[in-house]
């Protein structure tokens, strides 16, 4: 009997149109194709893909393509629909440009900035501002600004501030951030960054914690002058200047890997395995800072 190409019934084709046209859902939201919040929507749909292979195995085997894609696309379209009545888009606020939150007679700040690729700088307010941080964004990429959340819990205000992405979006956005925080109020703050160039200006700030984590960053850190401050610093292939104020001690460890450390010890002299200032014990403005590096240049004086 001779061999050749025969036919094979493939069942309904429903579960595979109903990937392709949510991917092509995906990649118009990713042009800015489609409204604000159907991409967070679309991530809503995955239960229906259970709902997809069940109906496939109802309907069964040889039935018209055009029933698959017809069936397709209105499981799509209902679940979106549903998806956005239901939740609305997953952002915690709209994109912008420009972004602040108000002191509104908060006594301390807890701030988180999820930085992913460009330059960041950092600065205070002038005394007395109304606000509790002030930002602007410049997006290089057409980038959509920034997601900001803030919750007031007591005294305290918690605020979080990240790159607004697209869902599904698999390259960074290339922003530059101009932020400031008020210097009336300690500071709880947290920074982690990709591949950035960091400008970190807090010499007029009260930063009662400072925790960063670095990828492959140069990064320009001036400490405060005023206060306590206990600081981390993670870092991947970077370049790292950090200066302390005159007048602040400074307890300073350093964990390397294939790092270059320089330390000016006439101000914080060797003391084993790390850095200290002879006064640091009694120090009323004082700084404990550790460094943790991989291939990367440390400078602190």
């Known amino acids: 009997m001779a061999r050749g190409f025969h036919s094979r019934d493939r069942g309904f084709p429903l579960l595979a149109t109903f990937l392709i046209l949510l991917g092509v ?14 991409g967070g929507a679309l991530l809503r749909l995955w239960p229906l893909i ?3 292979l069940g109906l496939q195995m109802v309907l069964g085997r040889g039935r018209s393509p055009w029933i698959a894609i017809g069936v397709a696309v209105a499981i799509i379209l209902l679940g979106v629909a549903l998806a956005l009545w239901a939740g609305g888009p997953l952002n915690t606020s709209a994109a912008t440009k420009d972004f602040h939150v108000p002191i509104d007679g908060a006594r301390s700040a807890r701030v988180a900035m999820d930085f992913g690729a460009g330059q960041l700088a950092l600065g205070s307010l002038l005394p007395g501002s109304p606000e509790a941080l002030k930002g602007t964004v410049n997006d290089a990429q057409g ?5 900001l959340s803030s919750l007031r819990s007591g005294d305290t205000v918690t605020i979080k501030v990240s790159p607004a ?12 951030w101009d932020v400031f925080l008020s ?10 960054a ?10 007029e700030m009260r930063i009662t914690t400072l925790d960063m984590a670095f990828g492959a960053s140069s990064a320009t850190i001036r400490t405060p002058r005023k206060g ?3 600081a981390s610093v993670d870092a991947g292939a970077a370049s790292i200047q950090i200066t302390i104020p005159e007048g602040v001690a400074a307890r ?8 270059s450390v320089n330390v000016d010890t006439t101000r914080f002299p060797r003391e084993g395995a790390s850095y200290r200032s002879p006064d640091y014990a009694t120090a009323r403005d004082r700084i404990a800072l550790f460094i943790k590096a991989g291939a990367a240049g440390v400078t602190v004086s």
């Open 252 to 259: 300073i460890q350093v964990e390397s890997g294939l790092t």
């Open 228 to 230: 306590e401050t206990r």
């Open 143 to 147: 980038g959509k600004g920034v997601t």
């Open 25 to 38: 859902l995906f990649l118009l939201q990713n042009f800015g194709l489609l409204p604000e919040g159907v």
């Open 194 to 203: 990709g591949a950035s160039s960091l400008d970190l200006d807090l010499r």
């Open 165 to 176: 992405r697209s869902w599904f979006s698999f390259t960074g956005v290339t922003q530059q």
């Open 50 to 52: 259970l709902v997809i």
């Open 183 to 192: 210097p009336d109020i300690p500071h709880d703050l947290a920074i982690k």
